[in-house]
């Protein structure tokens, strides 16, 4: 009888606990849900992300410095998944997955630091177009709703491995508005202020990247956007 006893104090003990757990793991479920129809609602408005091999953008990009902020031109190349050119000054970096090389003008190439390759391919990673074509790479998960830039939004959360991004989605237009992410323990927020309808895709031709402090990190104007063109040395 004393052990009958037991059996039922630990039953009583355990199922609060149990129904405890089973209610997390049914809203996360739900989040995941929820997360995922959200993610491909943005896609459908993107357009056919699937179909885009190369893109190639010319644009304007502007940094601050410490006598104030300079603008140059920008050409960037990109071959789906992993690889990239960027072009501006006298300047070419190229990323070939896990590789990276600095081209100089009179056509020697030095290999990149892998600081610096890391830093680039971040960027090719998080590049919409890119993030739209992995979503089978990611956890996504429905954090709830925000107001960003007067515009009602969802927040979805994007886990890789150990790297996390989350974005702020309109919910009439369904194109994303915000996207913040962390480069080591600094968080950066990249803001989406103008798209262009391109051959049927949505593409992001204006941005800003500010850290949490609203300090402008860059600002990028896009004038020319091209997909599936044939891309020299890639």
Aim: proline residues 3%; negative net charge; contains cysteine.
């Amino acid at each position: 009888m004393k052990f009958i006893k037991i059996i039922c104090i630990v039953f009583l003990i355990s199922v609060p606990l149990f129904s405890q757990e089973f209610k997390e793991y049914k809203l996360g479920e739900k989040q995941q849900f929820e997360g995922n129809k959200i993610f491909d609602e943005m896609v459908q408005s993107i357009g056919a992300v699937d179909q885009i091999k190369t893109i190639r953008t010319i644009g304007t990009a502007s940094q601050p410095m410490e006598f104030g902020t300079i603008s140059f031109p920008v050409q960037v190349e990109v071959k789906f998944p992993g690889k990239l050119r960027i072009k501006f000054e006298d300047k070419e970096f190229i990323i070939d997955n896990d590789s990276g090389w600095l081209k100089y003008p009179q056509g020697f190439y030095e290999n990149l630091p892998d600081k610096y390759i890391s830093t680039i391919s971040g960027n090719l990673n998080r590049n919409l177009i890119q993030i739209t074509r992995s979503k089978t790479d990611f956890e996504i998960k429905l954090l709830g709703e925000k107001t960003v830039l007067e515009r009602e939004c969802y927040e979805i959360e994007l886990v890789k491995d150990d790297s996390k991004i989350t974005l702020f989605i309109d919910k009439k237009k369904k194109l994303p508005v915000q996207m913040t992410y962390f480069i080591d323990t600094k968080q950066i927020i990249r803001t989406y202020l103008e798209y262009k309808l391109v051959d049927g895709i949505n593409y992001p031709i204006h941005t800003i990247s500010t850290d949490i402090d609203n300090n402008l990190i860059s600002e990028i104007v896009i004038e020319t956007v091209e997909f599936n063109i044939k891309i020299e040395g890639f």
